[in-house]
């Protein structure tokens, strides 16, 4: 069910030429939807960038400890 709604809002972002504020603490999810992905830590931006570059090379402590909490991350496709 989860896939079907994220494919229905890439699919109405691509017709409509939508934007979304998508908040999550799912990875995975995020690195799927995101064009920038932005960290926060206790409400403060800490980090932003494109998917690829925020789970291939984190640059805040933070980012980094999230992304080792969250080991099945390395299994989500890259973005072209």
């Known amino acids: 069910m989860q896939a079907q ?3 229905l809002l890439k699919d109405l972002q691509k017709q409509f030429s ?10 995975a999810v ?17 980090e932003e ?7 291939e090379k984190p640059e805040h402590d933070y980012t980094k400890m999230l992304l ?3 080991p099945d991350i ?3 496709s890259k973005k072209p």
Not at 30 to 46: D, E
Not at 49 to 55: D, E
């Open 5 to 7: 709604v994220l494919n």
């Open 18 to 27: 939508l934007t979304y504020l998508f908040i999550s603490h799912d990875l």
């Open 30 to 46: 995020v690195s799927t939807m995101a064009n920038r992905i932005g960290v926060l830590k206790q409400g403060i931006l800490v």
């Open 49 to 55: 960038a494109s998917p690829n570059k925020l789970f």
């Open 68 to 70: 080792s909490a969250a």
């Open 74 to 76: 390395k299994n989500v």
